[in-house]
């Protein structure tokens, strides 16, 4: 009788016959080849295969963090600046003046186009709100009724900081809260370059909307202007500042105004040379600052890219009068700067100080604007609690009349108010536009060798 198996049996004695993978065969027989191989050979293969392995890692790493950052959505949807942040030696030999243009083909009515001089007038109506070079506009003959300019200020600081002091107010006030008070016809702000180191472009530009957005709602009757960023020189003390990063935050300027209904003033294209640096004829020692000769070109655009509309404003009353930051503490004479060495002016550029003033309380010299070529010494600061009256002679403690700001009518358009004299202490403190560049601030605020 023949065996009898099993079904069981015979499917597992079919399973044993089955043959493995072949990937698992070929390793198998490259380990029985490796090891019938002499030692000194075994550790080459060893080397050998040790180093395909890491240039292949390496290889694939460099691919995946390529495909990564193209792939990220959180990247700037505006040109990335070069040198942003960091020095860049090729920053300036690689910068583009023509690769983000403004012009009324991509803007349209956004932009202000050239229009006849608009005047003095226009001037006088108008409240420029800026770092310290738009504080520097007092040094060319413009009351402190129609300048508030903070130096070293960002973007950032304008809904929080309280910064801008009037006479019979015994603490400062926030920009949107000194617009309020001074009801003007329209506004000019210039911020962004204390934001061009360490700020992406889309943090600026929600920044600088929130900071419009507080400034039209505590007072909506103003007509709103954008200005573009002051270019800088090629020669500057700080070389983290690009003009690209400019051109970018320039560009998103646009565009925020195109999306909100603002008007932007181009006025960096008067100031630039076809290079795209800021002339060096307009530009100071620093190269971040504007010389007199640079202000008078920033308001001639000003003038003749003028923007009018009907004055919707209430009847404008109880306009509080402007007046300067409280002098800062005595320092030792020797510390004190020689009033020589402002950069925001120089005899040779200076023009008549007296033009944006109101005529009949002003007459001052061409070759001195304003008195800020004697800015009070830091030796004998003026009181802040009570500052001189024009009609009262300075005190021996008190700077000598030649340092204190020629009086001027109240500036911005005041309706049916009446005009009060200006009686605010000698130029210093916050507003005042130093003899050199503005001290370091913390925060995002730009060391004093770099911003405005």
């Known amino acids: ?124 109506d108008t409240l420029f709100i800026g770092d310290s070079n738009t504080a520097g506009l007092t040094y060319i003959g413009l009351s402190l009724q ?60 929600a920044t600088y909307r929130q900071a419009v957005k507080a400034i039209q709602n505590a007072y909506p009757y103003a007509d709103i202007i954008i200005n573009s960023i002051v270019p800088i020189g090629r020669n500057r003390s700080n070389k983290a500042i690009t003009m690209q990063t400019i051109d970018n935050f320039n560009y998103a300027l646009a565009t925020m105004c195109s999306e909100e209904g603002y008007m932007f003033l181009n006025s960096s294209e008067a100031l630039r040379g076809t290079d795209g640096f800021m002339k060096e004829t307009y530009v100071a020692s620093d190269g971040i600052h504007l010389m007199a000769s640079g202000y008078e070109v920033l308001l001639e655009y000003v003038r003749t890219h003028a923007y009018t509309s009907k004055d919707t404003r209430p009847t404008v009353k109880n306009v509080p009068t402007r007046r300067y930051a409280p002098a800062p503490p005595a320092q030792d004479s020797s510390s004190s700067q020689d009033s020589s060495s402002n950069s925001y002016s120089s005899s040779s550029d200076s023009s008549d100080s007296s033009t944006y003033y109101n005529s009949s309380t002003v007459s001052s010299s061409s070759s001195t604007p304003a008195s800020s070529s004697t800015p009070a010494s830091s030796s004998t600061p003026a009181s802040s609690s009570t500052p001189a009256s024009s009609s009262t002679p300075a005190s021996s403690s008190t700077p000598a009349s030649s340092t204190t700001p020629a009086s001027s009518s109240v500036s911005v358009s005041t309706g049916t108010s009446e005009s009060v004299p200006d009686t605010s202490p000698p130029p210093s403190g916050t507003e005042q536009p130093s003899t050199e560049p503005p001290a370091a601030t913390t925060g995002e605020h730009i060391d004093s060798s770099v911003g405005g």
């Open 1 to 124: 009788m023949p065996n009898y198996q099993s079904p069981n049996r015979v499917r597992t004695q079919g399973a044993a016959k089955k043959k493995k993978p072949w990937i698992v065969r070929f390793f198998k027989a490259c380990g029985i080849y490796f090891n019938s191989l002499p030692k000194r050979q075994r550790t080459a293969v060893l080397a050998t295969v040790g180093i395909i392995a890491a240039i292949i890692v390496i290889t694939v790493a460099v691919l995946l963090s390529g495909v990564t950052a193209s792939d990220d959505s959180s990247l700037p949807s505006y040109p990335v600046a070069i040198g942003s942040g960091s020095v860049d030696p090729l920053a300036d030999s690689q910068y583009d003046p023509t690769g983000l243009a403004i012009t009324a083909e991509k803007f349209g009515d956004t932009l202000l186009p050239e229009t006849a001089d608009a005047g003095n007038a226009y001037i006088k």
């Open 146 to 205: 129609n300048v508030i300019g903070i130096p070293s200020m960002g973007i950032q600081s304008v809904q929080y900081e309280a910064c801008v002091y009037f006479v019979g107010y015994e603490n400062p006030v926030t920009i949107p809260q000194a617009v309020k008070l001074l009801q003007p016809r329209r506004i000019i702000l210039n911020f962004g370059t204390n934001n061009t180191v360490g700020t992406s472009t889309e943090a600026f530009i």
